[in-house]
């Protein structure tokens, strides 16, 4: 399990750092990653102060730091 989270963190890590920041809805969309690997991920690399998360217009929007 925790490969398939580390996978969908590098896959997260790649995709905002090629094109920005975007919501968390957008990016489930964009990504073909497992939605619970995709928040799971999104917490680690969150936890590693790899990204930020923040509301913007009501939405979670992440983005790399």
Same mark, same amino acid.
């Given at each position: 399990?925790?490969? &398939?989270? +580390?996978?969908?963190?590098g896959?997260?890590?790649?995709?905002?750092? =090629?094109? +920005?920041?975007?919501?968390?809805? =957008?990016?489930? =969309?964009?990504?073909?990653?497992?939605? &619970?690997? %995709? *928040?799971r991920?999104? +917490?680690? %690399?969150? *936890?590693? +102060? =790899?990204?930020?998360?923040?509301?913007?217009?009501?939405?979670?929007?992440?983005? %790399?730091?």
């Amino acid at each position: 399990m925790s490969e &398939k989270i +580390g996978n969908a963190a590098g896959e997260i890590w790649r995709f905002l750092d =090629k094109n +920005g920041p975007i919501s968390v809805s =957008k990016l489930a =969309k964009e990504l073909s990653v497992d939605e &619970k690997y %995709l *928040q799971r991920a999104i +917490g680690w %690399l969150a *936890q590693e +102060g =790899k990204i930020s998360i923040d509301i913007v217009n009501r939405a979670e929007t992440i983005s %790399l730091v």
